[in-house]
């Protein structure tokens, strides 16, 4: 793609109508301007979409067996550990990397921090995808996928954390969609749709920030269910829901630096003067944020530890683990941040947002799954439950690309073809 | 000026009414569980259980569950052993007896597991469709109709009961012990298991009057059993208890429940709910009109927006 775009003048499409004044029609713009042929061309020319098709080619049969013989068939049909990967690492590790939404929109539109706007809808579109996927992810997992909807419309348990979450990931995927409708409307030439949305953005952004609060949390209250099961270590049943929060900010705020980099890195053709111009000054200023709401979340940490008098916990074998998760997961890159920030390194920014990525994702399967009955035998998962995760993954990455390939996510969209910038 | 000396209290003391609500010491314990004065029970008598599965047996053919692989006779199975653990309930057996060693006496003990229809059970709190009741007869019961096959009842059940129905594509559920509530306690009578028990180590009653049976069978043979009765408080309590002769800790019993109810552990969280939905809303309203007012200002003031969201 690369290629293509140095070689023509009128790629990469950017705008509703092409330099001679006529419109490009949908197709066009779903093709990115190039015709069929030149477009499987550089499918297959990229050997990222050999390794997709590997996967895929495995995974997607996994899928089906699972949707027709049933979820034991794909995973070790454990009533001892009833939550595997697919909402360990599914629900778990991707809602609070797609913190991202919400933390930018309050950035930008609550506290008019306009400095943000040109990654403020990549942070949305992450945010968005990313809960799109965590409840693709549950469909997978859920026994009977088809009710999805019962908590909403048939049975209600509105005691129950679960409900909570249930609605609150509901609603917030809605007003997520509304929050990228706008780059939408662009893209299919309806700009002038957009000001219904910009009307509503600021009852938007503060439903953004009420409903993440309160479900970033659930995903950590609903450990508390489990007092018994879950290692004391990463359980606190007074601040669970809110390491958890505190940690969905940081682990928002670093998937957009992961996400930024990424895009910045290899499809730097699809990227805009803003976007370029702006990352490095906006990575730092991410890193900044992450690395305060970093201190806060060491700090509570310690708190709940200071709170159920869990020292003597530390010296032992999960102890070290512990140490070994918050060590490599939140001190190395808090202390990356700090640094980075203060010199203004954004390399050592986006190896510190790197690691939190990691780090976050590593807390929420050991609270799920490693740490999860810890006076019981250790569950491994069964290795299609494994290539099912990782095949989802895959599915969120293609989709992921195919949408920043063509809306305007990183780059701003013209009404007529002007000279390239 | 005014107006914004007001509306900055109004922040002010609803942060710090936040911040109140956040470090308030744990509510003075006294947890309250529900009452059920007529809920049944089974007192099981670890010391007379003599392991012949007949309950278990009687269990499979009352629920209509699947043929097992080994016949009830079988005592093998006391040796099977799953992830070195001994025989849990699942989707084709909703009780299992397995058998202890318990250090200094001659011979074994068994222990009756099933689900112990806790009085404030955790299954039920926990299930975001509400597909579990408690009846007023002690039962909990399960509804296969608005399950969404979440497994968080799974999670929650400190006793490791529920089990899920993963064999099934179509048409999976959880699956678990429901004290016979459609074919027998409705009508009164005692569960199939406990009819099945030869040696009467099971006994059905009211679960007040097991409890005092318990205490008395305790009290005129102390010698015969630890000065316990498992499940009276356990997890909010149960209405199957259980009498043994070794401490429960020696037999499978996991002695380290809360006596508080599971649900407890979450009121934390539950509490916070209304609080973020009352608050949140006018806070960041307000945030926004000083952010947005006060462009300069708004550089350093607003430097962090996450810090002010706890
Ligand atoms: S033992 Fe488990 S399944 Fe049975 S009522 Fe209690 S929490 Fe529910
Ligand atoms: S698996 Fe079914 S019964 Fe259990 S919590 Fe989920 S919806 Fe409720």
Redesign the interface.
């Known amino acids: 793609m690369k290629n293509l775009v140095a070689e023509s003048d009128y790629l990469p499409l950017s705008s509703s109508y092409r330099v001679d004044g006529s419109p490009w029609t949908l197709k066009e713009k779903i093709l990115l301007g190039l015709t069929a042929r030149q477009y499987l061309r550089q499918l297959l020319r990229n050997p990222v979409n050999w390794l997709l098709l590997v996967l895929f080619a495995v995974g997607l049969p996994l899928l089906l067996q699972r949707y027709l013989v049933g979820l034991g068939s794909v995973t070790h049909a454990s009533n001892d550990y009833p939550w595997g990967l697919f909402l360990g690492f599914g629900l778990f590790g991707m809602v609070p990397l797609s913190a991202s939404g919400f933390l930018l929109g309050t950035t930008v539109s609550l506290f008019g921090r306009k400095d943000f706007h040109p990654i403020e809808r990549l942070a949305l579109l992450n945010g968005l995808l990313g809960y799109f996927f965590a409840v693709v992810y549950l469909l997978v997992d859920l026994g009977m996928p088809w009710r999805l909807t019962y908590p909403m419309v048939i049975s209600f348990g509105p005691a129950a954390v679960l409900f909570l979450v249930a609605w609150h990931v509901a609603t917030y995927l809605s007003v997520q969609v509304a929050e990228v409708l706008p780059s939408f409307f662009e893209w299919i030439g309806r700009s002038a749709w957009k000001i219904h949305i910009k009307r509503i953005t600021l009852g938007l952004t503060i439903a953004g920030i009420i409903l993440s609060t309160l479900h970033q949390g659930a995903l950590g209250a609903l450990f508390t269910y489990a007092p018994t099961k879950v290692h004391p270590l990463w359980l606190s049943s007074e601040f669970q829901w809110i390491h958890f929060f505190c940690s969905a900010i940081f682990g928002g705020l670093a998937m957009v630096i992961v996400s930024s980099t990424l895009i910045d890195r290899w499809i730097p053709w699809r990227c805009g003067h803003a976007f370029r111009a702006n990352l490095q000054r906006m990575t730092l200023g991410l890193g900044k944020g992450a690395s305060y709401a970093m201190i806060t979340y060491l700090v509570i940490k310690l708190v709940a530890i200071a709170h159920d008098n869990e020292w003597e916990q530390l010296l032992g074998g999960w102890g070290l683990y512990y140490l070994l998760e918050v060590g490599i997961g939140v001190v190395a890159p808090m202390l990356l941040f700090a640094t980075g920030v203060r010199n203004g390194e954004v390399g050592k920014v986006r190896i510190a947002a790197f690691l939190t990525v990691v780090g976050i994702v590593w807390n929420r399967l050991n609270t799920a799954l490693v740490c999860f009955n810890y006076q019981m035998y250790a569950e491994i998962p069964h290795w299609k439950e494994v290539w099912l995760t990782i095949t989802l993954y895959a599915l969120y990455f293609v989709v992921y690309r195919w949408i920043v390939y063509r809306l305007p996510i990183v780059f701003e969209w013209k009404e007529t073809a002007a000279p390239q910038t | 000026m005014g107006e914004k000396t007001t509306r900055r209290t109004m922040l002010k003391s609803g942060v710090a009414a936040a911040i109140a609500a ?1 470090l308030s010491p ?1 509510q003075s314990s006294g947890h309250q569980v529900k009452e059920y004065p007529d809920s049944m029970g089974v007192l099981v008598d670890l010391g007379r259980c003599v392991g012949c599965r007949s309950c278990e047996a009687a269990c499979n053919a009352e629920q209509g569950l699947p043929e097992p692989e080994k016949p009830f006779n079988d005592m093998t199975v006391f040796e099977e052993l799953e ?3 001994q025989r ?3 989707e084709t057996r909703y009780t299992v007896v397995n058998r202890y060693e318990a250090p200094g006496r001659e011979h074994p003990l068994f222990r009756k597991v099933q689900c112990n229809h806790c009085q404030e059970p ?1 299954c039920l ?7 579990y009741t408690k009846t007023p007869e002690g039962a909990v019961i399960y509804n296969q109709d ?7 009842c ?3 059940c ?1 006793f ?1 009961i ?8 179509f048409s ?2 959880i699956q678990k012990c429901v004290f016979c509530y459609d074919t027998r306690l409705k009508y009164g009578k005692p569960p199939a298991c406990v009819e099945a028990c030869p040696q009467e180590a099971l006994v059905f009653g009211r679960r007040q009057d097991l409890i005092k049976v318990g205490r008395r069978r305790i009290e005129e043979h102390p010698d015969r059993y630890v000065d316990h009765i498992y499940g009276e408080y356990e997890a909010g309590g149960t209405s199957w208890l259980y009498l043994s002769p070794v401490p429960f800790a020696q037999i499978g019993f ?1 002695t ?3 006596h508080a109810p ?2 407890d ?2 009121k ?3 509490g ?2 209304p609080m ?2 009352t608050i ?2 006018a806070l ?2 307000g ?2 009109l000083l ?2 007012r006060k ?1 300069t200002a ?1 550089g350093e003031a ?6 002010e ?2």
Do not use: Q
């Not at chain 2, 709190?125 to 597909?131: L, Q």
């Open positions: 956040l744990r992830h070195g653990r849990r309930t699942d955790a709190t926990s299930c975001f469709v509400n597909a608005v399950c969404v096959g979440c497994r968080t799974m999670i929650a400190p490791y529920p089990a899920f129905k993963y064999s099934s594509a999976p559920r996991n380290e429940l809360p599971i649900l552990s979450v934390n969280f539950l916070i709910v973020v939905l949140w809303p960041f309203a945030f926004h952010a947005t462009e708004a607003v430097d962090h927006p996450e810090e969201k706890r």
